[in-house]
């Protein structure tokens, strides 16, 4: 990543002086999330993609009965798509396509892999559903041997401590450059529990103990503005909402004509209205298009059931 030419740390901030303060502080003291305490591959990429857009508290209870179910990418691997669909759709883990995909990438690592994960962000790619954060992520966890993760908490550190732009080139530079070389996996988590703890979006530098207070630029001017943090729509009465529950009730029927099914996943369903056949032809074309669903439509009567 080429270094910016409108923007530097400032002359007081010693690199390897706030690695170190980061460091010891997140030693110190963190949240206890079961993730944080394998380097399982496996384990931290179910952890990673519950943790998408659902709150980590959330997610503990979901990973715990995800891998008692299926304790290992073999297992996985073997499990019938629906079942996995319908327990993410049971624990309200949002949009089911991610349990899709990490069906499918579990997949991957058994036929192309040998059951083994790849372990560069680069090759993690590769796999089914893994963007380039997610990937990151991994490499870092399971392997120490990822780039330095740059997301929404992040950019709020190095906005606020460090007065860096708005801008994402800038960003994944710094973040780059203060990551101590090696060291991806004990960085990564802190410097992300430093954003969730203490430079939330009301931050809480005192309280927290935060180790950059001495060289925080915020800190100092009281100016604790940070970049805008797009908000999670709505899940209830949403459209995922109501993907999630066509797919439940698929799972516990063998098929349904669309009226039938209409009326089974919102009381307010009629054929004609606002909430009818044209609005849960809308949800089915979804679920198709993510590979959840199929429909059958001989012009008489469509039929919808779950893809095995």
């Known amino acids: 990543m080429t270094e910016p030419d409108d923007w530097s ?54 990973w715990h009965d995800f891998l008692e179910e299926w304790p290992t990418v073999e297992a996985l691997a073997e499990a019938d798509r629906a079942d996995v669909v319908g327990f993410w759709t049971d624990h309200s883990l949002g949009y089911n396509n991610r349990a899709k995909y990490l069906h499918e990438a579990a997949q991957q690592v058994v036929e192309e892999y040998g059951g083994e994960f790849p372990d560069t962000p680069d090759e993690l790619q590769e796999l089914m559903g893994v963007g380039p954060y997610t990937a990151n992520a991994v490499a870092s966890f399971a392997f120490n041997n990822g780039d330095a993760v740059v997301d929404t908490n992040v950019k709020r550190v190095l906005y606020r401590a460090f007065d860096a732009p708005d801008d994402d080139s800038t960003f994944e530079w710094a973040a780059g450059e203060l990551m101590p070389e090696g060291e991806s996996r004990v960085w990564n988590n802190a410097i992300m529990e430093l954003g969730g703890v203490a430079c939330e979006k009301t931050p809480s530098c005192d309280d927290a103990g935060c180790p950059w207070r001495t060289v925080c630029h915020a800190y100092e001017t009281g100016d604790f503005t940070a970049p805008d943090v797009p908000t999670q729509p709505s899940f209830e009465g949403s459209r995922r909402q109501f993907r999630g529950r066509v797919v439940s009730t698929l799972r516990e029927y063998d098929e349904l004509a669309l009226d039938t099914l209409g009326h089974r996943v919102r009381v307010d369903y009629s054929a004609e209205g606002e909430y009818g056949r044209e609005w849960l032809r809308g949800l089915l074309s979804d679920l198709t298009d993510d590979g959840l669903v199929e429909v059958d439509d001989d012009g008489d009567e469509l039929v919808a059931r779950l893809q095995r």
């Open 9 to 62: 740390f400032p002359d007081d901030v010693a690199l390897e002086t706030v690695q170190r303060q980061l460091i010891e502080w997140y030693e110190a003291d963190h949240r206890q999330f079961p993730w944080r305490e394998t380097d399982d591959a496996y384990r931290i990429l179910v952890s990673e993609v519950m943790s998408q857009q659902t709150q980590l508290g959330r997610v503990v209870e979901a």
